[in-house]
């Protein structure tokens, strides 16, 4: 019995957890301006600075 009473509880409350929950989201909220400088630290352009837009 007890068995049973705990796992409609679990139950509750991961429906309620789900309710809750926020919608997912992926990546940043705004565009980043402009071009950037990434300095290469392996493979064959080692040491040299890149830009990336």
Not at 19 to 28: F, I, N, Q, V
Not at 32 to 49: L, P, S, Y
Request: include cysteine; aromatic fraction near 8%.
């Amino acid at each position: 019995m007890r068995l049973v009473q705990g796992i409609g509880f679990a139950a509750v409350l991961l429906a309620l957890h789900a309710l809750r929950a926020d919608e997912l989201k992926s990546g940043p909220d705004k565009r980043i301006g402009g071009a950037f400088d990434i300095k290469a630290v392996t493979g064959e352009g080692k040491g040299k600075t890149f830009c990336y837009v």
